[in-house]
């Protein structure tokens, strides 16, 4: 089975941007109130997730060998 490479952060804003459409439509999927503070929440989150990845993951600074 062929893996789709999508990347990961749009597809999870994306996610609760849906979420919060069927909340505000009145489809109750993961709750039944609509509150626009879970959008900036959400955009939150997902800033604080990219700065994290970007620190913790960054690639370790190159040692040039002692001669």
């Known amino acids: 089975m ?3 490479n999508l990347p990961r952060k749009p ?3 994306a ?3 849906a979420v919060a459409a069927l909340q505000y439509l009145g489809v109750p999927l993961f709750g039944r109130t609509f509150d ?5 929440m959400y955009a939150t989150g997902a800033i604080a997730a ?3 990845e ?3 993951f960054a690639a370790a600074p190159r040692r ?4």
């Open 2 to 4: 062929a893996s789709l």
């Open 11 to 13: 597809v999870v804003v």
């Open 15 to 17: 996610i609760c941007l």
């Open 36 to 40: 626009p503070l879970d959008l900036v």
């Open 50 to 52: 990219l700065a994290f």
């Open 54 to 56: 970007r620190v913790a």
């Open 64 to 67: 040039e060998p002692q001669r």
